[in-house]
């Protein structure tokens, strides 16, 4: 029937664990914006303007806070973890997946921390990541697979399907290509005001 939904969002706390061992609740800005079924557990810590779409699963339950940072946005169908008790240190803090601002997160891919993603970068769709470091500026493009805590410098380039496993493959990656440039500006753009949007004219986001 047109029109009709079902909003069913599932923020909770961490059951404890020893990686994990103190429940708590994800802190979401109030000017954040979450889509319907998505499951969003543990201490994760959500900034201002950040778009998470629909079917995202977000699993704060094996290791340190997670951050999401001010106009990121997580598409849909993305997984989000951390390998049990491990962590990356920033300013002086335990984190088990750190992104800064302005960061896109495209359908279907799945970040696995330890992790940190720096500002203005792009993960392709079915990108996968498990335990990497990645700068600032970056495109990582669709169905890339990136892990075994490599480092990867600001402004680089992984081409779509490419494997980065050593850190050999990683200083070896090209600039960002000028037609990419601007691509995740505008990513972030759209979903700023699309996540806006759906915020005040449809019931289905929190």
Request: include cysteine; proline fraction near 7%.
């Amino acid at each position: 029937m047109i029109g009709k939904h079902s909003l069913h969002s599932i923020l909770f706390h961490n059951p404890p664990v020893r990686e994990a061992p103190f429940p708590t609740y994800p802190t979401i800005s109030r000017k954040a914006v979450i889509g319907s079924n998505s499951v969003i557990i543990g201490d994760i810590r959500i900034a201002k303007d950040v778009f998470i779409g629909f079917h995202n699963v977000l699993r704060a339950d094996a290791s340190p806070p997670f951050y999401i940072g001010p106009r990121t946005n997580i598409q849909d169908f993305v997984i989000m973890h951390c390998h049990p008790g491990e962590s990356i240190c920033l300013n002086n803090e335990a984190v088990g997946v750190y992104i800064e601002g302005d960061v896109s997160v495209l359908h279907h891919a799945a970040v696995h921390g330890p992790l940190f993603i720096g500002h203005n970068t792009l993960i392709g769709q079915h990108a996968s990541i498990y335990g990497a470091t990645i700068g600032c500026n970056c495109v990582i493009m669709h169905g890339a697979v990136i892990t075994n805590h490599v480092k990867i410098a600001d402004n680089r380039f992984v081409a779509p399907g490419q494997s980065v496993y050593t850190q050999r493959q990683a200083d070896d990656l090209p600039e960002v290509p000028q037609k990419y440039k601007n691509l995740n500006p505008q990513i972030v753009d759209y979903y700023y005001r699309l996540g806006k949007s759906y915020h005040k004219n449809t019931p289905l986001t929190l």
